[in-house]
């Protein structure tokens, strides 16, 4: 067994991904605070074939020093936009056809192994903020809410790990129809 090298992994170049088709899911980063897991949420989209990342409140925005440092260049190829309220970006994304779901510990909630998303329906996931989660304005907004199973002794993930399990099995999912 040996690594792959950068040549046989075929990657695409930022004007090619740019113009091919994308996953129909958008991140929504509501007031996550650390510019290092808003970075790895970018790479985490590029790596997906994500729709875009929304950035909303109090989230950096590219360029920003800890975000270029885990987004290796990702911010070039993936699509954001910067909203200054959550409820905003999630009123737009509703008046764009978007299915808006939380992925949030609440009752009721849909296990994220239970979701199955439809082929010609726009979706975007709200991620939240590290210590409060998801907004409580935000929440009601939602057409639902999507949560992680969790095993071990602590009650939450990481903001970026969550939202590389989300993305994963949203193309898992929806690449097996």
Request: a negative charge.
């Amino acid at each position: 067994m040996e690594k792959s090298t950068m040549e046989n992994l075929g990657r695409l170049s930022v004007s090619d991904f740019k113009s091919r088709e994308k996953y129909t899911l958008t991140l929504v980063l509501d007031e996550v605070r650390s510019g290092l897991n808003v970075g790895s949420i970018f790479r985490t989209a590029d790596a997906f074939a994500l729709e875009q990342v929304i950035l909303c409140g109090i989230t950096a925005q590219p360029p920003h020093r800890e975000i270029l440092k885990t987004a290796l260049g990702s911010t070039e190829s993936v699509s954001w936009q910067y909203f200054d309220e959550t409820v905003q970006a999630v009123q737009w994304l509703k008046q764009e056809g978007y299915k808006v779901l939380a992925v949030e510990q609440t009752t009721p909630k849909l296990w994220l192994q239970d979701f199955q998303p439809l082929p010609d329906q726009r979706y975007a996931f709200i991620m939240g903020n590290e210590v409060e989660g998801v907004s409580e304005t935000v929440l009601p907004l939602c057409d639902g809410a999507l949560e992680i199973p969790q095993f071990g002794t602590k009650h939450s993930l990481n903001v970026a790990v969550a939202a590389g399990i989300v993305a994963w099995e949203f193309v898992r999912k929806f690449s097996e129809g």
